[in-house]
């Protein structure tokens, strides 16, 4: 449990100071877990709780004798996703697809910022048959990540972009799409003890009512494990995965693109994916 990790405490001092690898086994970072332990000597990497996480034990010295135990008690960051997508999109129309929050749970002063590297999504028809490629992109034309500049919930000009995607590829096997964001982007950076917010727009094609399957599921994957993976944040200055806590799946309504629903015609009626009606006269 604590390769990748080395301990380097000064007898002489109260710092207790731990190694991590800071890249592809090029640099390492110096992060302080404490600085005003009476003569450390040694730290070990281990779970010693038995949760899975591993924790970090101090030998100290000095006028007594101890171990101080430093217990991994969660995770680096947090994502909160909810789907606003409407039940239908006309053809080259526009709409929120989602608005997700991450949290960067690092301490002010003391951690690097973190930073959106990677947003996944999946592609399903309404049966939860993966799309292709080709048959996503026929369909959806752009989709865009704006952070929420302004915080006030609603996609605006005061919001910077993060990223544009006009071409989509898909997993064949499973519908799943990673959409990369540039490094270094200051509207996807987070700072320790911050949280941020962000939309992800989608535009229909020009003829995405010619298209089959035109109705679909889109969803933002679950995070299962302590790895970011779905939505992946990283350590801004070695780009290195932090930790995320578990969520699952958030997924669409059907959207049917192309399509006018929620309209209500002069008559009353509403306008729907519905491409005739039938009547009888009494």
Avoid: K
Wanted: hydrophobic fraction near 45%; aromatic fraction near 10%.
């Amino acid at each position: 449990a604590g390769a990748g990790f080395v301990g380097g405490p000064r007898p002489a001092g109260g710092d207790a100071p731990l190694g991590r690898p800071g890249g592809p086994a090029t640099t390492w970072v110096r992060t302080f877990m404490e600085q005003s332990l009476a003569s450390p000597w040694d730290v070990v990497a281990g779970d010693f709780s038995g949760d899975g996480l591993c924790d970090l034990v101090v030998a100290a010295g000095g006028t007594a004798d101890r171990l101080a135990w430093y217990r991994d008690a969660g995770a680096q960051a947090g994502s909160l996703v909810q789907a606003w997508a409407p039940s239908s999109l006309p053809n080259s129309g526009e709409t929120v697809g989602f608005y997700f929050v991450l949290s960067h749970q690092g301490r002010a002063g003391w951690d690097a910022d973190a930073e959106l590297s990677v947003l996944s999504l999946v592609f399903t028809d309404t049966a939860g048959q993966p799309l292709t490629s080709a048959q996503a992109n026929a369909i959806v034309s752009d989709v865009w990540i704006w952070q929420d500049s302004d915080r006030d919930l609603t996609l605006t000009g005061a919001d910077a972009l993060v990223g544009h995607f006009p071409d989509l590829v898909l997993s064949s096997v499973s519908g799943w799409s990673d959409l990369w964001v540039a490094d270094g982007l200051a509207a996807a950076a987070i700072d320790p003890a911050v949280s941020w917010g962000y939309f992800v727009e989608l535009r229909a094609t020009a003829n995405a009512s010619t298209q089959l399957p035109n109705q679909i599921r889109i969803a933002v994957p679950g995070e299962e494990a302590r790895e970011c993976y779905a939505i992946l944040v990283e350590d801004r200055d070695h780009d290195l995965a932090l930790t995320c806590e578990p969520r699952g799946p958030v997924t669409t309504r059907a959207i049917a693109f192309g399509a006018w629903g929620g309209q209500l015609l002069a008559d009353g009626f509403e306008r729907g994916t519905t491409s005739a009606w039938s009547y009888a006269v009494p």
